[in-house]
């Protein structure tokens, strides 16, 4: 059965430092989705992309934030300066022709 | 006003029990509902979703919708303990489901 996969799982890095999250979304989709999940906190959405552009982002998603498809299988999320707050789970979601959101195992990022 | 809330747990219920999980919602021109499963440090994963009012069955599960009161119910029939999850209610507000809103989400765990 086809599934996204995220790596890395487990990512600690330090306050200030860029952190590059990757996914590699089901072949066939188009759209792509980071959602995070602070520990013990809901679901939430941070950006979508289609087209190789963004597509809606939320307010969480910042200038600290960028997505990027720099081939025909990755999608990426870079953090280009951590700060404590972004400790969370970050879940890639891809979509495809029958609408249904297909969620990656997660990346749990901690920043000390 | 949230736009998806979501009855608070944690629940716990014995085995073979008919359990219960509930959403509200404050935008009445909402068409899509879903109900996400996602287990400990797991991505959600799509369970049921609905289109517009009435009642949708999968097996065990059954997913409600009263769109007078702007209620979504998911039931559990004969609850088992791998059904022990979170339960998320989401709701894709532009109707494209190019994003999500999730509600909070209900713990079950469902006791041998």
């Known amino acids: 059965e086809p599934e996204v996969t995220q790596t890395p799982s487990h990512q600690v890095t330090q306050m200030g430092q860029e952190v590059i999250l990757r996914c590699v979304p089901i072949?066939?989709?188009?759209?792509f989705y980071w959602y995070r999940q602070i520990l013990g906190q809901k679901v939430e959405f941070l950006v979508s992309?289609?087209?190789?552009?963004?597509?809606?982002k939320s307010e969480i998603f910042d200038d600290q934030f960028s997505v990027e498809r720099p081939d025909g299988s990755n999608f990426t999320l870079k953090i280009r300066s951590t700060k404590l707050e972004d400790s969370a789970m970050y879940f890639c979601a891809s979509k495809g022709d029958t609408g249904e959101l297909f969620f990656g195992e997660g990346s749990r990022l901690t920043v000390l | 006003q949230k736009e998806v809330e979501q009855d608070p747990g944690p629940l716990s219920v014995p085995e073979g029990a008919i359990v219960s999980l509930n959403c509200t919602y404050s935008?009445?021109?909402?068409?899509?509902f879903m109900w996400y499963r996602q287990y400990s440090r797991k991505g959600p994963e799509l369970l049921m979703y609905?289109?517009?009012?009435g009642n949708k069955e999968d097996g065990r599960f059954t997913a409600q919708v009263d769109k007078s009161s702007k209620y979504i119910s998911l039931f559990i029939r004969d609850s088992q303990p791998s059904d022990s999850a979170t339960y998320l209610c989401a709701i894709p507000p532009s109707g494209s489901a190019r994003q999500l809103t999730f509600g909070s989400g209900t713990q079950l765990t469902v006791l041998p």
């Open positions: 935008n009445s021109a909402f068409q899509y």
């Open positions: 992309f289609y087209n190789n552009e963004i597509s809606e």
């Open positions: 072949s066939n989709h188009l759209y």
């Open positions: 609905t289109y517009s009012s």
